[in-house]
């Protein structure tokens, strides 16, 4: 069992507010990713980091920032929520290395009324 | 045109069936194929590597490539309805890992 945390699980908000989905690893990977995916779509990668202070875009441009301080924690903001931002957000890690193979969280299911 | 294209499903079976699921890619640079099954409500697992054309085989599972028409399959043997997911495929080449839509797979008793 992958351990890779993610919380909340389920979160329903209002439009406009800020909001932080959180992520944590106890693999000591160094390499941290966030991936968007809706119904029946493809994951889209948003995020990505190789280490502490290392933060990149993905290929699907997102208005949410990440930051990585510590090596077990890539927390995901949303500054100002929209209905546009609803979706599932998923949070993955892996070794470094070419080509590794990612362990994926459970998600987060955010709804912005 | 997509870099992984998997039909969606969903793909309805018996229980004891033996299940073909499939994608097509179209950048020769991937070297590495994965394939990933995702529960419902789950984030996605790591179910099958492979690395070039071939043949892998792990108990009821069997991924197979075949790189020279950019072909990637895996193969569920004696299906349970425990099986029934999500799987996605996921080539993967210098760092890029691409993943397709996922085939939706319900195995009913």
């Known amino acids: 069992e992958a351990d890779i945390y993610q919380t909340p699980r389920y979160l329903v908000i209002g439009t406009g507010k800020k909001i932080t989905l959180e992520c944590s690893q106890t693999?000591?990977?160094?390499?941290m990713y966030w991936y968007q995916q809706d119904p029946g779509m493809e994951l889209h990668l948003i995020h990505y980091?190789?280490?502490?202070?290392?933060?990149e875009k993905g290929d699907l441009s997102s208005e949410s920032t990440v930051s990585r301080i510590r090596t077990e924690h890539f927390p995901l903001t949303l500054e100002s929520a929209r209905p546009s931002h609803t979706s599932q957000y998923l949070c993955?890690?892996?070794?470094?290395?070419?080509?590794?193979?990612?362990?994926f969280g459970s998600g987060t299911q955010l709804s912005v009324l | 045109q997509k870099e992984v294209e998997q039909d969606p499903g969903p793909l309805s079976v018996p229980e004891g069936a033996i299940v073909s699921l499939n994608c097509t890619y179209s950048?020769?640079?991937?070297?590495?194929f994965m394939w990933y099954r995702q529960y419902s409500r789950k984030g996605p697992e790591l179910l099958m590597y492979?690395?070039?054309?071939g043949n892998k085989e792990d108990g009821r599972f069997t991924a197979q490539v075949d790189k020279s028409s950019k072909y990637i399959s895996l193969f569920i043997r004696d299906s349970q309805p425990s099986d029934s997911a999500t799987y996605l495929c996921?080539?993967?080449?210098?760092?890029?890992?691409?993943f397709g839509t996922g085939t939706r797979l319900l195995v009913s008793p």
């Open positions: 993955a890690s892996s070794r470094n290395g070419l080509n590794e193979k990612l362990f």
């Open positions: 492979t690395y070039s054309s």
């Open positions: 950048n020769s640079a991937f070297q590495y």
């Open positions: 693999m000591g990977h160094d390499k």
């Open positions: 996921a080539p993967t080449g210098f760092q890029k890992l691409v």
């Open positions: 980091s190789y280490g502490v202070n290392s933060t």
